[in-house]
Protein backbone atom coordinates (compact mmCIF):
# COMPACT_ATOMS: atom_id res chain seq x y z
CA UNK A 1 0.00 0.00 0.00
CA UNK A 2 1.76 3.36 -0.93
CA UNK A 3 1.48 5.89 1.97
CA UNK A 4 -1.45 8.96 2.08
CA UNK A 5 1.82 11.38 2.06
CA UNK A 6 4.94 10.84 0.43
CA UNK A 7 7.90 11.98 1.88
CA UNK A 8 9.75 15.52 0.75
CA UNK A 9 13.19 14.49 -1.56
CA UNK A 10 15.63 16.75 -1.83
CA UNK A 11 16.55 16.32 -5.34
CA UNK A 12 12.75 18.29 -6.02
CA UNK A 13 10.92 15.82 -6.87
CA UNK A 14 7.08 15.15 -5.56
CA UNK A 15 7.06 19.35 -5.35
CA UNK A 16 10.41 19.45 -2.74
CA UNK A 17 11.01 22.87 -2.62
CA UNK A 18 14.16 24.86 -2.66
CA UNK A 19 15.50 27.82 -1.34
CA UNK A 20 14.50 29.96 -4.48
CA UNK A 21 11.17 28.64 -4.37
CA UNK A 22 10.76 30.29 -0.53
CA UNK A 23 12.37 33.63 -1.90
CA UNK A 24 10.03 36.32 -2.68
CA UNK A 25 9.83 38.40 -6.07
CA UNK A 26 11.47 41.23 -4.28
CA UNK A 27 13.75 38.82 -2.72
CA UNK A 28 14.92 37.39 -6.14
CA UNK A 29 15.27 41.11 -8.05
CA UNK A 30 16.89 42.34 -4.88
CA UNK A 31 19.91 39.16 -5.56
CA UNK A 32 19.43 40.21 -9.18
CA UNK A 33 20.47 43.69 -8.77
CA UNK A 34 23.21 43.21 -5.77
CA UNK A 35 24.84 40.33 -8.72
CA UNK A 36 24.84 43.15 -11.68
CA UNK A 37 27.84 42.30 -13.56
CA UNK A 38 29.13 45.77 -13.52
CA UNK A 39 32.65 46.57 -15.58
CA UNK A 40 31.21 44.05 -18.20
CA UNK A 41 30.90 44.36 -21.83
CA UNK A 42 27.82 45.77 -23.18
CA UNK A 43 26.65 42.96 -24.80
CA UNK A 44 27.04 40.97 -21.09
CA UNK A 45 25.25 44.12 -19.13
CA UNK A 46 22.32 44.17 -21.87
CA UNK A 47 21.56 40.56 -21.87
CA UNK A 48 21.28 40.74 -17.66
CA UNK A 49 18.89 43.30 -18.04
CA UNK A 50 16.70 41.58 -20.12
CA UNK A 51 17.16 38.50 -19.65
CA UNK A 52 16.93 38.46 -15.43
CA UNK A 53 16.56 42.33 -14.56
CA UNK A 54 13.31 43.11 -16.44
CA UNK A 55 11.27 39.34 -15.94
CA UNK A 56 12.01 39.97 -12.15
CA UNK A 57 10.80 43.46 -11.87
CA UNK A 58 7.74 42.57 -13.68
CA UNK A 59 6.55 40.22 -10.59
CA UNK A 60 7.19 42.51 -7.81
CA UNK A 61 4.60 45.18 -7.13
CA UNK A 62 5.30 48.57 -7.05
CA UNK A 63 4.71 49.22 -3.23
CA UNK A 64 7.15 46.22 -2.07
CA UNK A 65 10.03 47.89 -3.73
CA UNK A 66 10.38 50.35 -0.45
CA UNK A 67 11.43 47.18 2.10
CA UNK A 68 14.18 48.38 4.24
CA UNK A 69 14.06 51.82 2.93
CA UNK A 70 14.45 51.51 -0.58
CA UNK A 71 17.53 49.60 -0.23
CA UNK A 72 17.17 47.82 -3.88
CA UNK A 73 17.54 51.51 -5.31
CA UNK A 74 20.80 52.28 -3.18
CA UNK A 75 21.91 48.62 -4.84
CA UNK A 76 21.33 49.65 -8.30
CA UNK A 77 22.90 53.07 -7.71
CA UNK A 78 26.25 51.08 -6.14
CA UNK A 79 26.23 49.28 -9.21
CA UNK A 80 26.22 52.08 -11.72
CA UNK A 81 23.09 49.97 -13.18
CA UNK A 82 21.37 53.47 -14.70
CA UNK A 83 19.40 51.42 -16.66
CA UNK A 84 17.90 49.59 -14.01
CA UNK A 85 17.78 52.92 -11.91
CA UNK A 86 15.59 54.12 -14.69
CA UNK A 87 13.05 50.79 -15.18
CA UNK A 88 13.00 50.97 -11.09
CA UNK A 89 11.40 54.82 -10.76
CA UNK A 90 9.17 54.11 -13.30
CA UNK A 91 7.53 51.63 -11.77
CA UNK A 92 7.10 53.40 -8.36
CA UNK A 93 8.35 57.58 -7.87
CA UNK A 94 7.48 56.97 -4.01
CA UNK A 95 10.93 56.82 -2.39
CA UNK A 96 11.70 57.63 1.35
CA UNK A 97 13.37 61.29 0.43
CA UNK A 98 16.48 59.86 2.74
CA UNK A 99 17.22 57.13 0.13
CA UNK A 100 16.70 59.58 -3.10
CA UNK A 101 19.26 61.63 -1.09
CA UNK A 102 21.40 59.33 -0.20
CA UNK A 103 21.09 57.88 -4.02
CA UNK A 104 21.78 61.06 -5.20
CA UNK A 105 24.89 61.34 -3.42
CA UNK A 106 26.30 57.84 -4.49
CA UNK A 107 25.63 58.67 -8.18
CA UNK A 108 27.27 61.31 -7.90
CA UNK A 109 30.10 59.96 -5.90
CA UNK A 110 30.67 57.32 -8.24
CA UNK A 111 30.62 59.41 -11.36
CA UNK A 112 26.65 57.93 -12.49
CA UNK A 113 25.95 61.02 -14.52
CA UNK A 114 22.86 58.73 -16.28
CA UNK A 115 21.82 57.83 -12.57
CA UNK A 116 21.84 61.09 -11.12
CA UNK A 117 20.08 62.73 -14.27
CA UNK A 118 16.77 60.04 -13.33
CA UNK A 119 17.27 60.62 -9.78
CA UNK A 120 17.02 64.30 -9.71
CA UNK A 121 13.67 63.78 -12.18
CA UNK A 122 11.86 62.57 -9.12
CA UNK A 123 10.05 64.97 -7.01
CA UNK A 124 10.92 66.00 -3.50
CA UNK A 125 11.18 68.49 -1.18
CA UNK A 126 15.09 68.66 -0.62
CA UNK A 127 15.90 68.63 -4.20
CA UNK A 128 16.99 72.04 -3.80
CA UNK A 129 19.32 71.69 -1.27
CA UNK A 130 20.67 68.74 -2.97
CA UNK A 131 21.37 70.85 -5.65
CA UNK A 132 22.65 73.17 -3.99
CA UNK A 133 25.22 71.29 -2.32
CA UNK A 134 26.29 69.71 -5.71
CA UNK A 135 26.78 72.84 -6.92
CA UNK A 136 29.29 73.63 -4.13
CA UNK A 137 31.26 70.48 -4.40
CA UNK A 138 31.17 70.63 -8.28
CA UNK A 139 34.77 70.69 -8.96
CA UNK A 140 34.97 67.18 -6.81
CA UNK A 141 33.26 65.77 -10.42
CA UNK A 142 33.96 64.80 -13.82
CA UNK A 143 32.52 66.52 -16.74
CA UNK A 144 29.56 64.13 -17.44
CA UNK A 145 28.64 64.34 -13.90
CA UNK A 146 28.95 68.20 -13.51
CA UNK A 147 27.23 68.44 -16.91
CA UNK A 148 24.11 66.75 -14.95
CA UNK A 149 24.75 68.85 -12.35
CA UNK A 150 23.82 71.69 -14.67
CA UNK A 151 21.02 69.73 -16.93
CA UNK A 152 19.04 69.21 -13.19
CA UNK A 153 19.07 72.62 -12.39
CA UNK A 154 17.86 73.96 -15.27
CA UNK A 155 15.37 71.84 -15.22
CA UNK A 156 14.45 72.40 -11.99
CA UNK A 157 14.44 76.44 -12.05
CA UNK A 158 12.94 76.32 -15.36
CA UNK A 159 13.98 78.56 -18.74
CA UNK A 160 11.99 81.67 -17.58
CA UNK A 161 15.21 82.11 -14.99
CA UNK A 162 18.67 83.23 -15.93
CA UNK A 163 21.22 83.69 -13.53
CA UNK A 164 23.71 87.10 -14.10
CA UNK A 165 26.23 86.85 -11.35
CA UNK A 166 26.74 86.32 -7.79
CA UNK A 167 24.18 88.40 -6.65
CA UNK A 168 21.65 89.13 -9.52
CA UNK A 169 19.09 86.38 -11.08
CA UNK A 170 16.69 87.72 -13.67
CA UNK A 171 12.96 86.34 -14.21
CA UNK A 172 11.51 86.93 -17.69
CA UNK A 173 8.21 86.49 -19.04
CA UNK A 174 6.30 86.85 -22.11
CA UNK A 175 2.59 88.00 -22.65
CA UNK A 176 0.70 89.20 -25.89
CA UNK A 177 1.85 92.66 -25.40
CA UNK A 178 5.46 92.44 -24.36
CA UNK A 179 8.30 90.81 -22.99
CA UNK A 180 9.07 91.65 -19.57
CA UNK A 181 12.34 90.81 -17.81
CA UNK A 182 12.73 91.18 -13.88
CA UNK A 183 16.29 91.37 -12.60
CA UNK A 184 16.78 91.23 -8.77
CA UNK A 185 19.82 92.56 -7.18
CA UNK A 186 20.81 91.23 -3.51
CA UNK A 187 23.61 93.36 -3.51
CA UNK A 188 21.78 96.52 -4.43
CA UNK A 189 18.29 95.25 -2.66
CA UNK A 190 16.74 96.17 -6.01
CA UNK A 191 14.47 95.11 -8.65
CA UNK A 192 14.88 96.54 -12.49
CA UNK A 193 12.29 95.57 -14.32
CA UNK A 194 12.58 95.94 -18.57
CA UNK A 195 9.45 95.29 -20.76
CA UNK A 196 10.11 95.21 -24.15
CA UNK A 197 7.95 95.92 -26.69
CA UNK A 198 8.34 95.48 -30.62
CA UNK A 199 11.72 98.08 -30.56
CA UNK A 200 10.09 99.95 -27.51
CA UNK A 201 12.12 99.62 -24.51
CA UNK A 202 11.32 100.74 -21.20
CA UNK A 203 13.46 100.26 -17.87
CA UNK A 204 12.06 100.89 -13.90
CA UNK A 205 14.03 100.37 -11.06
CA UNK A 206 12.31 99.78 -7.47
CA UNK A 207 13.99 99.49 -4.18
CA UNK A 208 13.10 95.51 -2.15
CA UNK A 209 11.66 98.03 0.82
CA UNK A 210 9.20 99.65 -2.18
CA UNK A 211 7.02 96.92 -2.75
CA UNK A 212 4.13 95.43 -1.09
CA UNK A 213 4.69 91.74 -1.38
CA UNK A 214 8.45 90.42 -1.31
CA UNK A 215 6.91 86.97 -2.59
CA UNK A 216 8.56 87.34 -5.82
CA UNK A 217 12.47 88.67 -4.20
CA UNK A 218 12.18 85.78 -1.97
CA UNK A 219 11.66 83.09 -4.54
CA UNK A 220 14.41 85.03 -6.50
CA UNK A 221 16.52 84.65 -3.54
CA UNK A 222 16.17 81.22 -3.81
CA UNK A 223 16.62 80.29 -7.07
CA UNK A 224 19.89 82.13 -7.08
CA UNK A 225 21.17 80.43 -4.47
CA UNK A 226 20.81 77.18 -5.79
CA UNK A 227 23.79 78.18 -7.79
CA UNK A 228 25.64 81.04 -5.64
CA UNK A 229 26.39 82.28 -2.19
CA UNK A 230 24.27 85.86 -2.45
CA UNK A 231 23.82 88.21 0.22
CA UNK A 232 21.28 87.01 2.61
CA UNK A 233 18.18 88.22 2.13
CA UNK A 234 16.70 89.04 5.47
CA UNK A 235 13.42 91.03 3.99
CA UNK A 236 12.43 93.54 1.24
CA UNK A 237 13.14 96.86 4.64
CA UNK A 238 16.61 95.23 5.67
CA UNK A 239 19.24 97.73 4.11
CA UNK A 240 22.58 96.32 4.16
CA UNK A 241 24.05 100.00 2.95
CA UNK A 242 25.64 97.88 -0.17
CA UNK A 243 26.63 100.00 -3.28
CA UNK A 244 23.83 99.56 -6.37
CA UNK A 245 25.23 98.31 -9.51
CA UNK A 246 22.94 99.83 -12.03
CA UNK A 247 22.45 98.03 -15.43
CA UNK A 248 21.21 99.59 -18.93
CA UNK A 249 18.85 97.49 -21.13
CA UNK A 250 20.23 95.12 -23.47
CA UNK A 251 23.55 94.00 -21.35
CA UNK A 252 23.21 90.17 -20.15
Known sequence: MMPDVLPEMSDGYYGGSTQSDTETPYQKLLKIVSDYPSGSGYSVIHNYEEERFAPALRRVEPVDLQQNNGEILLHAVKHKASRCVEALVKKTKTWHERTI???????????????????????????KDMLSKLNNQKSDYNTSVQNAIETSKANFIGSEWKKISQNEISHTISTNIAKIEHVFNFNAMSITTIAIHDKSVTMTERNFNDVQDDTDIVRAHETLSIFEQPPVYRGKNHSPRRSVNKRTPGNG
Do not use: E, G, M
Not at 101 to 113: E, G, L, Q, T
Open 101 to 127: CDAIHNAASNHDSDSLRVLFRLDFSAK
